[in-house]
């Protein structure tokens, strides 16, 4: 049988096809069954990382999002915690669509126990706060931290610890992780050895959630 | 690094070696990089299949999550769609419990679209309509199956097919799968040949579930 072919979205701008292919190139590492596609959004080289670059990108996303189901792709991945324009692509697409945030969020339900949410932006994405509902205990920033840069300094991974140990203490048994970023950086496998509790990484997440829904 | 231990639970007592394994080595098929040791519960030959054998079940599938937790498993999965015990042994083991239905219906919930309900018994379990919530539109059992050894019987793939087919006219865009058993006889391929919408296989979405939250 042929590969399943997706697409994936980056949701900053980068003439860099190494950076640009970075989240595809783990989804296909996880399951080689795939052969993703990535694509990036124009004219956002800082990416989303605000309400304002957030509702700039989200028309970006979705026009990307139909031009990758015309192009035959089986489904389309938005590789971005905050689910830009998922809500409208799913609507307006046939193939499925599948965010980062509400692919973490879903596994992390799975559960059915507290969870603490570990971002680079104060706001819980929506999708992330509607799917676990009354089991989102807390969530916290790295101090310090504002780029996944940051957290690849030690300092910025004593933050991130930090953070994690804050969630446990406030009752998670599970964490989110809601930055795509933190996938690359190898933030889960840090946070696991320290604090010994399920650290969704959105990555794997929307890598396994893909699996499962083509079949 | 070596293999993850997980102990799978089949809620049906059998002496057949073969039968006991058929989810777990699926589960490993699916994902070589864990170690599935497949356990059954006692004294149910004929399994779960009304209320009644349900609240029989749940205490033995709590004693055996807490025995394979002691015997060094670092998570439990309960390979049933009825998540028999699944709360309570959530709530009493420190390590992952993952059961079936909760895991299929996660993966569906991701899509953000209608979603149907395909099982064996009338009833669509608890954990299934709570995640789904009004994205359950539906709900079918293929009329005259009573097991799936009947759905291996051209008559009962027929009825399948038309209780897919219900659904759809009802406006699922997407199919879970309420029954273990129906991933056995591969009923995922069937009905996506037929339907062309995803259909949620409850033994691979347990699966996934597995690997995302161990990572």
């Known amino acids: 049988m042929g590969k399943r072919r997706i697409g994936l979205i980056r949701v900053l701008t980068t003439p860099d096809t190494k950076l640009l292919n970075l989240h595809g190139e783990l989804v296909m590492k996880y399951f080689p069954s795939f052969e993703v596609v990535s ?52 609507c307006r697409l046939r193939i499925p669509v599948i965010g980062a945030g509400r692919s973490a969020a879903s596994a992390a339900r799975i559960l059915g126990q507290p969870v603490g949410v570990l971002g680079l932006t104060r706001n819980v994405p929506e999708a992330i706060v509607r799917i676990l509902q009354d089991l989102l205990v807390a969530d916290a920033v790295p101090e310090g931290v504002e780029s996944t840069l940051d957290l690849m300094k030690p300092e910025g991974i004593e933050a991130m610890l930090s953070a994690g140990e804050f969630l446990v203490k406030k009752g998670a048994k599970a964490i989110v992780l809601a930055c795509t970023g933190m996938s690359t950086i190898g933030a889960e496998g840090i946070l696991r050895e320290k604090l010994s509790i399920p650290i969704i990484d959105p990555v794997k997440a929307q890598s396994a959630a893909a699996w499962t829904i083509l079949g």
Request: charged share 25%.
């Open 39 to 90: 694509q990036c959004i124009p004219d956002q080289p800082e990416g989303i990382h605000d309400e304002r670059t957030e509702k700039i990108a989200a028309p970006k996303v979705l026009a990307l999002a139909e031009t990758m189901e015309l192009s035959g792709m089986e489904a389309v991945i938005v590789s971005c915690a905050g689910d830009p324009a998922v809500h409208e692509a799913s």
